[in-house]
């Protein structure tokens, strides 16, 4: 996972690294998937060093597709063997 850290002012690698788990631990408690951090902003709070503003983003899960074909659910026919391709092509389409 590539994260992208943005800040006003200098970062540490060590202050870099808790502030990426807290907001980590964060998300988890919110019940969404800690992977898909996507960046880290902070920003001061007027100025104060000591007082920042931590948000984040998080990137959206790809959408797979999945269609019934030949009575099987499924998402892609990339691992189906040549017979139930041929079943595929052969198959009638019916359009509403």
Avoid at 30 to 57: F, H, M, N, Q, W
């Amino acid at each position: 996972m590539d994260i992208q850290f943005e800040s006003e002012f200098i970062v540490t690698e060590k202050e870099r690294d808790a502030y990426v788990e807290a907001v980590k631990k964060h998300i988890a408690e919110e019940g969404k998937d800690p992977s898909l951090l996507d960046s880290i902003r902070l920003t001061l709070a007027d100025g104060d060093p000591d007082s920042c503003t931590v948000s984040y983003r998080l990137v959206g899960k790809p959408f797979e597709r999945i269609r019934r074909i030949t009575g099987y659910l499924v998402g892609t026919t990339d691992r189906w063997n040549n017979a139930k391709k041929a079943e595929l092509h052969d198959r009638v389409k019916h359009s509403a």
